[in-house]
C-alpha cells in the first residue's frame, strides 16, 4: 500500500515568514496528489490539486507545490504567511484509478503576529 | 447544494452501544469513504464505496460497518462501541477516482467520544 510522509509535524513561524512543508509518497505509478488545509474546529478544504501538467501548481491564499516525480515528492510553499494560515496541513495521493486516498499524518503551522 | 453533510456534530456513547453516523450528499458523487482522525495520525480511511450497493475495507475497519443503498447516503455504524473509537469521524465523496476529477470533499465532522 502506498504510503505518505510529512516531516516535522510542528512548525512555529513569524508572520511575513515563508513556508515549505515536504511530502513524500511511495507509490511508484501515475498519481493524483493533493494538500488539504484544515483551520481550527473546521473540516478539511482542499488547498491545490495536481493531476497532470505543469509540475508547479498553484493553489488557493497564495499557496504552491511542485511535484517533482524523480524524487516523490510534492512540496507546500507560501512566501508570506499570515497569521490567519495558522491551521494543519495535510498532503494526500491516490494512484490513478485507485479508489483509496492516503493521507500523510499532517504539519500543524502555527503563525504568530 | 449543501455538500456532504454530517450528524450529528457531536455524540458521547459508553461503552458497548450502538450508534450510526450519518453522512449524505448532494453532488450526485459515485465515491463515498469515511475517515477517523486522531492526533497525530493523519486521516485513515475506515470504509469506503463506490457506488450504491458496493462497499469495501479501508485501513482500519475493525469495528465499523457500512453500507450504501442510495448514492446520497453512507451510514456509519458503530456496533460496540470502545473507548478506542473516540474521534473525530469525517466522510467525504467524490467522483470516481481515474476520471481526472476525485477531488474528495469532506463533511463537517462528527466528534464522538466513548466513555
Known amino acids: 500500500a502506498q504510503s505518505v510522509s510529512q516531516h516535522n509535524h510542528h512548525v512555529i513561524l513569524s508572520e511575513a515568514a515563508s513556508l515549505e512543508l515536504g511530502c513524500n509518497y511511495s507509490?511508484?505509478?501515475?498519481?493524483?496528489l493533493f494538500w488539504y488545509v484544515q483551520y481550527p474546529g473546521q473540516h478539511l478544504q482542499l488547498l491545490l490539486k495536481?493531476?497532470?501538467?505543469?509540475?508547479l501548481v498553484k493553489g488557493i491564499k497564495g499557496f504552491e507545490a511542485e511535484f517533482i516525480k524523480s524524487k516523490f515528492s510534492f512540496n507546500l510553499r507560501k512566501p508570506s504567511v499570515q497569521w490567519s494560515d495558522t491551521a494543519e496541513y495535510f498532503c494526500?495521493?491516490?494512484?490513478?484509478?485507485?479508489?483509496?486516498?492516503?493521507f500523510g499524518k499532517g504539519n500543524q503551522v502555527v503563525v504568530i503576529p | 447544494n449543501a455538500g456532504v453533510t454530517q450528524t450529528p456534530k457531536f455524540q458521547v456513547l459508553k461503552t458497548g452501544q450502538s450508534m450510526t453516523l450519518q453522512c449524505a450528499q448532494d453532488?450526485?458523487?459515485?465515491?463515498m469513504s469515511w475517515y477517523r482522525q486522531d492526533p497525530g495520525m493523519g486521516l485513515r480511511l475506515i470504509h469506503y464505496?463506490?457506488?450504491?450497493?458496493?462497499?469495501d475495507q479501508g485501513e482500519v475497519p475493525n469495528g465499523y460497518n457500512v453500507s450504501r443503498s442510495t448514492t446520497e447516503d453512507f451510514p456509519l455504524r458503530l456496533l460496540s462501541a470502545a473507548p478506542s473509537q473516540t474521534s473525530v469521524y469525517f466522510c467525504?465523496?467524490?467522483?470516481?477516482?481515474?476520471?481526472?476529477?476525485?477531488?474528495?470533499?469532506f463533511g463537517p465532522g462528527t466528534r464522538l467520544t466513548v466513555l
Open positions: 507509490y511508484g505509478g501515475t498519481v493524483n
Open positions: 453532488m450526485n458523487h459515485e465515491y
Open positions: 495536481y493531476f497532470s501538467g505543469d509540475p
Open positions: 494526500a495521493v491516490i494512484p490513478y484509478g485507485n479508489n483509496r486516498l492516503a
Open positions: 467525504a465523496s467524490s467522483y470516481s477516482p481515474g476520471q481526472g476529477r476525485n477531488e474528495q470533499f
Open positions: 464505496s463506490v457506488g450504491a450497493g458496493i462497499t
